[in-house]
């Protein structure tokens, strides 16, 4: 069975400074991995995903992970934050046949000016 | 405008009382799901359905039921709700799961005393 594991429960960056959010995978093959971000108040809303190939992959709002098969993980970064970016990450694994995606614990993100 | 809906967004009930949290979805989205989402937990998914009349457990079915009558509808039925049933409840729909973008309502606020 997959699993995913988000070792960072809370984050605070300061406006301007990069950021990168943890994620690792337990998976015997390929996953395909996604990153959503939830704002308060708010539903789900996705980010960036890998199925194959380039294992650097661009997302919305200024987003990218890189898939890193030698070390399981699969970890989100931005250059420049934004205060608008202060919500909760979740990193989720799917598995090609299996119908379910299974989340992290979440990682949730403060930003300070 | 594509878009998955739940209802309510907030529901105070008493143990016992039978309720249920309707969603649905116009995108004609094969694939349905159920989670819940409790503090230092993620999300958990409760129930899933890969098509009409077509419904599984998820990691946490106990205390839920759930019917998938036509496409677009997936409604979560609580027959005797306890407290422990407290919880953010999302509702989500893909294409087909593990491969595409899941959509999630805004959730529901669920209190149970």
């Known amino acids: 069975a997959q699993s995913v594991t988000q070792p960072d429960i809370h984050i605070t960056v300061s406006e301007g400074a990069s950021l990168e959010l943890r994620c690792n995978y337990s998976y015997g093959a390929t996953p395909y991995l996604f990153w959503y971000v939830q704002s308060p108040g708010q539903g789900l809303q996705l980010l960036l995903k890998y199925f194959s190939g380039d294992t650097l992959v661009q997302g919305i709002k200024g987003f990218e992970a890189e898939f890193k098969r030698s070390q399981s993980s699969f970890n989100l970064r931005k250059p420049s934050v934004h205060w608008s970016d202060a919500a909760e990450y979740f990193c989720a694994v799917g598995a090609p046949g299996n119908e379910k995606l299974t989340f992290g614990t979440g990682t949730r993100l403060t930003i300070i000016p | 405008e594509a878009q998955v809906t739940q209802n309510p967004r907030y529901l105070i009930t008493v143990t016992g009382k039978k309720l249920t949290v309707t969603c649905s979805q116009n995108m004609n989205h094969e694939y349905m799901s159920w989670y819940r989402q409790d503090p230092g937990l993620g999300l958990r998914q409760i129930y899933y359905s890969m098509n009409v009349e077509v419904t599984d457990k998820g990691d946490v079915p106990e205390g839920y039921k759930v019917s998938r009558k036509e496409k677009r509808n997936f409604p979560l039925i609580l027959e005797s709700p306890s407290p422990n049933q407290t919880s953010l409840y999302f509702c989500?729909?893909?294409?087909?799961?593990?491969?595409?973008?899941?959509?999630f309502g805004q959730g529901t606020r669920l209190t149970v005393v």
């Open positions: 989500a729909s893909s294409l087909r799961q593990g491969l595409t973008e899941a959509f």
